[in-house]
């Protein structure tokens, strides 16, 4: 093995990936566990996360809950360390997006893009900070390109993934100087079930004509950067948004 592949290996580190049964979260938890880690994949259906865990019994250990609920953050937490003894990485990657125009939002559905994408995400990072700090450790939330564009039915997901960025980035000065890295990854159009949500008329446009390279991505795309994020490569990054998007919206 290079020095170069060595700095990207997770042995001995300790995730937590939510929303890790499917999608961005599974291919990333697969990524951790093939580079040596192991593994808490936290979400709310039982058979995708228990499955994932059945795979890789020695490193993954799941727990079902709604990371929206009042009181959560703290189990998962102590969950983990509870279970392997340390923590050195959260990736917050479940998320909620409801894209339809605001006049069509219910208070419902606003209330559950703010409550996980953003309260879920601030109780998580608040109750991994002693953890963390004993080991140096790497927060890494999951934005989105929506964000930093301006595309009709998206108010309330782009708002809270805006939120995303700019909390992060203050956490980074926050955290700092506990030796702690805070850092976002904004995907584009990717593989999810999360894009089933958009019109395919829509999506086929975004991708021909304003996407760089041309393609949908696949959630091993945005694995690769969160695992980068979170290895040694990156140790001297911190308070960054680093868009995995093919290319999207650069004009």
Do not use: C
């Not at 395919?200 to 695992?227: C, F, N, S, Y």
């Amino acid at each position: 093995m290079t020095e170069h592949s060595a700095s990207l290996r997770l042995e001995g580190k300790v995730a937590i990936i939510t929303g890790g049964g499917t999608g961005i979260g599974r291919a990333t938890t697969e990524s951790f566990v093939a580079q040596g880690a192991s593994v808490l994949v936290v979400g709310r259906r039982d058979a995708p996360i228990k499955e994932l865990a059945a795979n890789y019994p020695a490193q993954v250990k799941y727990l079902q809950a709604d990371i929206s609920q009042s009181g959560i953050a703290k189990t998962v937490v102590d969950f983990a360390v509870k279970e392997f003894g340390r923590l050195d990485i959260l990736v917050n990657n479940a998320g909620m997006a409801v894209l339809k125009p605001l006049s069509m939002l219910t208070d419902t559905e606003i209330d559950g893009m703010l409550t996980v994408n953003i309260r879920a995400v601030l109780a998580l990072s608040r109750e991994a900070i002693p953890a963390l700090e004993k080991n140096k450790g790497s927060i890494i939330n999951l934005s989105s390109v929506a964000a930093q564009t301006a595309l009709p039915g998206m108010s309330a997901y782009a708002a809270t993934k805006s939120g995303i960025d700019r909390l992060s980035k203050i956490l980074a000065t926050e955290l700092g100087p506990l030796g702690i890295r805070v850092n976002v990854v904004a995907p584009g159009l990717t593989k999810t079930d999360m894009l089933s949500a958009m019109p395919e008329e829509a999506l086929g446009k975004l991708v021909d004509e304003a996407t760089a390279l041309q393609r949908l991505g696949e959630p091993e795309d945005i694995a690769k950067t969160i695992l980068w994020l979170a290895s040694d490569h990156a140790g001297w990054i911190t308070g960054q948004i680093v868009q995995s998007s093919g290319g999207l919206m650069l004009a």
